[in-house]
DNA sequence: TGTAGTATCCAAAACGTTTTGGATTGGAGA
DNA sequence: TCTCCAATCCAAAACGTTTTGGATACTACA
């Protein structure tokens, strides 16, 4: 039954000795210790993860809530994610735990189970908004957290994003460069921190060469939200002469309005997204995107939970990770 | 510090009332149960979860652990999925443990670890292989499991699949009354139990109607897979006038195939899929496909799962589910 | 020979619950 | 008054580890 003592009564050995044999202790002698690893091997003992937490004390458990709105809005990009996260945490002993809630009332009070109930020692908290309800409960329980992005709290916290205003304020410019003059913005609802960012770096931009940035709208980061946002801008007198879509997503949307309106995107109106979807090198014409490798991003993610856990100050794990740009034929550039 | 101790005491009372209790046993006094809830909810107190899973000896929790490729490989379809698991899962306070491994060694190893060190009463296996040794495995072992998918194993197991096979001779079988003749697949790799149940829809509906099921390649199920094999296609001197893929990522890359050849889509030559990603209503035109909804079946995953653990027959656990059809414009179809 | 030091092992406590098998009390019925 | 039963509570065991604080035997050295 209980296994590690079976493993030691088969030996003629106490389970002190097996345990410390196995975690490879200095007090056990050397020929023991291969003996025991032998037997374990052979039975396929593994110590109980339950037991083993208990007694020391750690959940070994990292808890990542998905946030999930009614309606069709999955995040793709999610999924590679938490595969490098997966992956990389369990080569540390390390369990993923992964729930999902829509934010609100579900959201808290799945976060307060969470910790009041010990089911996880850490969190990964993803898709931040500006004024972020989970980091503020996070920092005021003291439960260890990094965030893939930033937000508006006063105390400091651990996070890693990309630098989505520098990445927008580059792409902006660089079009402003090639003669664009009236370019605007399908943003992303606002309240979220990763479309706040963005827009400051078209704003930027076009500060810096005098234009006015009017030309903004915001709506669900879906293909849905793009091409409703695309038709109101064609709909304009004078309209843009470039779609600058927070999302790949977005872009697509807004490409399927333009073409639907008889306009050839990448000649007449230019289309540029962010995130570097597999799809987009795949529309007609390719798009014109950025991106934040997500799979680095994942890992290193895991990397900076650990050495939370370990005890490393906030202060050194912040950082803002510079965009990969994917210049391509949908905004006039590239191949 | 040990909380059911601290509340126990802090209400005069045993720790045994506490427990019993908060479970609602009735061997205790109502206004004793009400005294300690009420206590309970202001301190707070949730029992530590380790703890109880070590003493109920069930760890509450189910793995499911993601085939990673090597290279971008990611499949969008998950993250719907496993937020759906989550959630259910959730509410039978059962933790999903998200893991990740390449097909093969590390896979196999993972498996074992996950089953010896108890990390996991049950699993959900998906992406099922014709001949699948993580089937064959936690068989031998007596581990319960569900499959997303079917596999060849002769021992009974429980699975939910889309009913693939139906689904695609359906959809050859209408083009075919439309007029089509050379009718290609464009299959993913046949190890894939999903891709062989779909290429035997098409090869038998290609029989029913007398013709011959010569057109079919596969390869990867990414954009750059149907992009490879359509345009081998496309160089034929008798060129298929359908292309029907196995998935919407692998018709994405062959539209665009055939738009760098010259030819129109839905016009020329029609193209179909299978998944309905959210990207599939944005194409140019339209793409023809169909689904297995995976809100759905990522709630049936987890109920069944529950079902299973609870002791259920595996008889009762065998769901085929008949897929939704989308005719779109891409096949000369729909709107 | 005695003693200190080292190498090797182990019994028992602890982690925070749930559950088993009573113990105690008070009231009803004889 | 005594017995029995129901209602309410509780002490202690158990879950399977890890860790603490020795115990034992052997070696080396004086």
């Given amino acids: 039954m209980s296994s590690i003592r079976t493993l030691a009564g088969s030996l003629g050995l106490s389970i002190t000795t097996v345990s410390r044999a196995l975690d490879g202790y200095s007090d056990v002698a050397a020929a ?6 032998k037997a374990a091997d052979e039975v396929g003992y593994r110590p109980n993860a339950t037991a083993r937490r208990l007694r020391r004390g750690t959940g070994e458990t990292v808890a990542f809530v998905m946030p999930t709105e009614p309606g069709r809005f999955y995040e793709p990009v999610f999924a590679e994610q938490l595969a490098a996260i997966g992956e990389h945490l369990s080569q540390h002993h ?3 735990v992964l729930l999902a809630a829509r934010p609100g009332a ?3 009070a799945l976060y307060r ?3 009041e109930g010990r089911r996880a020692d850490a969190f990964i908290v993803v898709r931040t908004r500006r004024d972020d309800e989970r980091v503020h409960y996070l920092q005021q329980m003291g439960v260890p957290f990094i965030c893939h992005g930033r937000t508006d709290s006063a105390a400091p916290y651990a996070y890693i994003d990309g630098d989505g205003e520098a990445g927008f304020h580059a792409l902006t410019a660089r079009l402003i460069a090639r003669g664009h003059r009236r370019i605007a913005l399908l943003s992303a609802p606002t309240t979220l921190m ?4 963005r827009a400051a770096g078209w704003r930027k931009a076009m500060a810096e060469a005098g234009l006015l940035a009017t030309l903004m709208a915001e709506g669900p980061h879906t293909e849905e939200g793009g091409h409703t946002l695309a038709s109101r801008f064609l709909a304009l007198a004078e309209r843009p002469t470039v779609m ?6 977005m872009a697509v949307g807004a490409m399927r309005a333009i073409e639907n309106a008889g306009l050839k995107v990448g000649h007449d109106i230019a289309v540029t997204g962010h995130d570097n979807i597999p799809a987009s090198l795949y529309t007609d014409p390719p798009l014109t995107t950025m991106e934040l490798p997500m799979r680095e991003v994942g890992q290193r993610l895991a990397e900076m939970v650990m050495m939370r856990l370990g005890g490393a100050d906030i202060r050194d794990l912040q950082e803002v990770r510079p965009l990969v740009q994917h210049p391509r034929a949908s905004s006039g550039e590239g191949a």
């Avoid at 990763?194 to 960012?197: G, H, K, L, N």
């Avoid at 600058?244 to 997503?249: G, K, L, Q, S, Y």
Wanted: charged share 45%; hydrophobic share 35%.
């Fill in 194 to 197: 990763f479309a706040t960012r």
């Fill in 94 to 96: 390390h369990d993923l």
């Fill in 244 to 249: 600058i879509c927070a999302t790949d997503r």
């Fill in 106 to 108: 579900d959201e808290a």
């Fill in 113 to 115: 189970r969470l910790v």
């Fill in 32 to 37: 023991t210790r291969e003996r025991v690893r």
